[in-house]
């Protein structure tokens, strides 16, 4: 099995924040959980710097990146990521309360990988974290880098 | 633009061949001689130069002096009653290019006493005219004038109409001469060539009609070659016709004096006498000055009727510009404010033509004839027109003359035919000629004058009140005014488009955000529940579980309200994608996607044979997944529920029955039925955000079809949705 890379969460809202982990917490996934509270933290990490000038590198398994966030918002997040042609094969999973089809179209455009619209149903909204924790943080290899990896 | 529309004229132009300008001889009641501008040497004379003036040869020295001082002078005319060799004569002279030509006639009678007369004479008729106001008491005080003046039998003023013909409006006599007070003498009674010379040289004199012409000798000029130019000479020999006309008219001798309105030919003073008579230079001057005086105030008088017009005509267009502000469209305005609409050019009926159609008030020709009369206009490519008699020009028209004869017609785009139009109706005039001109046009021999000035009347028919150029002013600049209001009007419904397409984009984003702001609260109360469900569902009691399960279940219908108020307005916006619909295969679809919410329940489906559809599938969907899921949840309990769906193949439209044996519903609510959240059932009965069916129905009235719902309550309902067939040339496929 691959090195368990983080799962990068990109959240403005508190309380879906809260209920995202618990999501997240409940599919008992071993990854590490790494939260940024809006679009520019998000490209930070991503890039390694500013507060993550720091940190240890490595793309993460997946970023599940809410559409509506401050300062540079999702589908900015999403174009950087796939037009940066080291960064463009990291899986991004738009979650997103907006059951507007022009953001659904506009996201396919970017390259998005998967589209979630927020179930009410908690359930339902539980399922489907899990159906893509466990496929894009564990079954997901990355593809291989130019000098490997493990 | 006036149009005239001039008879085919029975011109005696005669004129236009006589030289009437270079007759070669002059009336023999004076003498003319033209001498070198400078050397003053005598290049010709008449004739009877040596009769008049006893005159041999060349210039006495006294003469010769003076019209040397006035050669060399400014003044334009030169005027002497002065001893000329043995005789007094009144000595006149003009410049011309041919040389100074000096005419000679006897002196007036009296020197100075008669030149005291004149001026007092000319000092009455300023005072007379100036208090009176109307045309026709000028012309009689001036007639009164000249004939006091002159010594003339009977003098006429007459004035020309637009086509020439004369009228006589005044008249003074003694009884002599026949009266023609009121008669009219058609256009050819004065060629068009001795209109232009009177214009020119404002008064004429024949003292004998049956004069013989002393011949001007050598008859070329010797400067130029040519014969020489008499425009200007008071002795000018007039033409044989015109004294012939003259005697026909039974008079012996005449004098005319133009009046000049805006250097138009306005008119003419005439004096007759049966016999011969002399007027000397002194009165003839008088005369002249007479007719400035009077050409001046017919001018003054004109203009103030026709500013008093103008002003009139000017408030109409104001009072109605200000009624057509408020109006729809313009033809609407003009429609509410016909009295006004027609009084703009004095008419009595006006229409309006437009892409839209005809409109029109008051005496006016049938709509179809207003119609035609639009494309004649069109085809004639002019952008107005103003014609007193239509039959003339248009003789089919004569069907309707007696309703509108006139139309007077300004064009208001400069792309489509589009007209505003006024008509007046025909005006049936008795008119009394002075002889009869149908007979002056049968002349055969046109060198021969008309011989009758026997009264003849003439009925005037198919022809309007003429229509003046203040009509036609007040049409054009209603013409620019309905123009504005047009590029008004276009410029408040830009400004309404674009006001509706940011209403339309706020309204938009409004809906967007609610759709990402409105639904996360929803979905927190949900989630948050679960998660205390979750963690403490095994310690509470049953009632706490319930209240638990209760703000489960209300955050979810609310956020499923939300979703469904957010798909109905989306359906307002999304544009369809038409296409043909397998509607069997789609109610195949729909009743498998139902399938795991019926288990346990019995149903029977009667689907009978349904005929595709040109629609949009995804929204068509909607609407059977709504139809469908209100017959299954309204027939619950029913065992077996029945469900039928049924379709027609119409002449235009295709048809749809979804119906079942449910609770039904209560016919008189069924308007209620198709609103947004009208419900006609409880919600603990049956659960629902009363949306679907208004969905249903504007998915279907975007497809330009018809719902119905029939209903009886707990006898099942039925609804009825029709789509119309694809028009071939709209949606090729």
Known sequence: MADLRPILLVEDNPRDLELTLAALAKCQLANEIVVARDGAEALDYLNGRNAYADRQPGDPAVVLLDLKLPKVDGLEVLEQVKTNPVQRQIPVVMLTSSREERDLLRSYELGVNAFVVKPVDFNAFFEAIQDLGMFWAILNEPPPRGNGHG | MNDVTTDPTIDLDACAAEPIRIPGGIQPHGALMVVDPVTLEVLQASSNLPDVTGLVGGLPEALAAELRDWAASDSPAFMRTMAVGARNLQVSAH???????????????????????????????????????????????????????????????????????????????????????????????????????YKLSRLRLIPDANYEPAPIEPPLSPLDGRPLDLSFAALRSVSPVHLEYMRNMGTGSSMSISILVEGELWGLISGHSRDPRRVDAQVRTACDVLGQILSLQIEAREQAVRTADRLALKNVEAELVAKLSTALNYQTGLGDNAELWKQLARAEGAAVVTEEGVLSVGSAPPEDQIRRIAERLSEMDVTELAIESMAQRWPETEAFAERASGLLAVSISQIHSNWLMWFRPEVIRTVEWAGEPQKQRELGDRLHPRKSFQLWKEQVRLRATPWGQVDVESARSFRSSIQNFVLRRAEERAELTNRLVEINKELESFSYSISHDLRAPFRHVVGFAELLNDRAGERLDPTSRHYLQSITDAALSAGQLVDDLLNFSQLGRAGLKFSRVDVSKLVAEVRRSMEPELEGREIEWRVGALPSAWADPAMIRQVLQNLLHNALKYSAGRNPAIVTIEGEDLSDSTSYTVSDNGVGFDPAYAHKLFGVFQRLHRSEEFEGTGIGLALVKRVIDRHGGTITAHGVVDGGASFTFTLPKRLRAEHPE
Request: aromatic share 8%.
């Open chain 2, 95 to 197: 410049r011309t290019a041919q040389g100074l030509i000096v005419e000679f006639e006897e002196p007036p009678a009296s020197g100075v006493e008669a030149r005291d007369m004149l001026y007092l004479r000319l000092r009455q008729f300023l005072e007379a005219v100036g208090e009176v106001d109307d045309i026709p008491a000028i012309a009689a005080i001036a007639v009164r004038e000249v004939r006091a003046l002159t010594g003339f039998d009977r003098v006429l003023l007459y004035s020309f109409d637009a086509e020439g013909v004369g009228t006589v409006l005044a008249e003074n006599g003694n009884e002599v001469l026949p009266s023609y007070l009121n008669l009219r003498f058609p256009a050819a009674d004065i060629p068009a060539q001795a209109r232009e010379l």
